[in-house]
């Protein structure tokens, strides 16, 4: 019988240095692609088309000072000299936005009384025309003697320049659009003001 004496030995750095060299090589490869990535990505990306789209605020409207605005300020009687005819939320007005080039063209709405829906925006008419009161507390026939030009002016309330208006009804609106007098009404965007209280 021979004997034999077995000697084990420490394998621990042989451990370690796998280790190393395998977090070495995850490293190198890492940054060998992000360098291929680098080279080989194209240096300018085609650009993408912008496009958006032109949403027009009640229509065409009269312009006025921004400066000073509260949530109750009557804009309508601080326009500025006006430089042509329209008034928001009317046809002529929408039609205008259209043919300037609007895709869409944003309205306010309310109830009446009656059960009609006013293409109006204020909750009240006190600002914008010859009468006073909640604009939902009206009806439609009440609100079409109203003038919504009347509240209009540039001089402090000395001329009326834009008279001669009534609200329209929302039904007026889309018998227009089927006569074909110029109105898409799958561009027209309803904003009910049922609940909302500024004239803003």
Known sequence: MSQFTVVRQRRKPRKKL????????????TISLGLLAYLYWPRSLPPKPLTFTLIAHRGVSQTFPLDNLQNDTCTAKIINPPTHSFLENTISSIRAAFNSGADLVEIDIHPTT???????????????????????????????????????????????????????????????????????????????????????
Not at 18 to 29: E, S, T, V
Not at 132 to 152: N, R
Not at 170 to 188: A, V
């Open 18 to 29: 796998c280790k190393f060299l395998f977090r070495a090589l995850g490293l190198i490869a």
């Open 114 to 200: 009656d059960h009609h829906l006013a293409v109006f925006h204020d909750w009240t008419v006190d600002c914008r025309t010859n009468g006073q009161g909640v604009t939902h507390e009206q009806s439609m026939q009440t609100l079409k003697q109203l003038d919504i030009g009347y509240g209009y002016n540039a001089d402090g309330g000395q001329t009326h320049p834009l008279t001669a208006l009534s609200p329209i009804e929302l039904r007026s609106l889309i018998h227009s659009s089927k006569l074909g007098l110029g109105l898409n009404l799958s561009q027209l965007l309803y904003r009910s003001l049922w609940d909302d209280r500024s004239n803003a």
